[in-house]
Nanobody, 122 residues
Framework: QVQLVESGGGLVQAGGSLRLSCAAS????????MGWFRQVPGKEREFVTS????????YNADSVKGRFTISRDNAKNTVYLQMNSLEPEDTAVYYC???????????????WGQGTQVTVSS
């Protein structure tokens, strides 16, 4: 199985940028579909974006289209989430996940990181 560790979260002003990293160990991320999700207290975990094993195709939630970009470096066994034009509504704990299916449902992802907090101030 794979272990995932997110980093790069923090406090940023609206309109700013952050890049999250998800470092994997135990198994190559090239074996998995990789995704990013986010969650705020009292709400369900929300799909943000995902990338296929080859990295050739990505899918973004409507709320982040044109602002967030997922990428993967299989050689470094790391997935990234570049977040631009951040809005206060993007404030959440962001989770990296690995799974076998091309899906937006968190139920289809088998492995999760511990999460990293992103806070966007207005």
């Amino acid at each position: 199985q794979v272990q995932l560790v997110e980093s790069g979260g923090g406090l940023v002003q609206a309109g700013g940028s952050l890049r999250l990293s998800c470092a994997a160990s135990g198994r190559a991320i090239s074996d998995y579909v990789m995704g990013w999700f986010r969650q705020v207290p009292g709400k369900e975990r929300e799909f943000v974006t995902s990338i296929r094993r080859s990295g050739g195709s990505t899918y973004n939630a409507d709320s982040v289209k044109g602002r967030f970009t997922i990428s993967r470096d299989n050689a470094k066994n790391t997935v990234y989430l570049q977040m631009n034009s951040l809005e206060p509504e993007d404030t959440a704990v962001y989770y990296c996940a690995a799974g076998w299916s091309w899906s937006t449902s968190p139920k289809t992802y088998d492995y999760w990181g511990q999460g990293t907090q992103v806070t966007v101030s207005s």
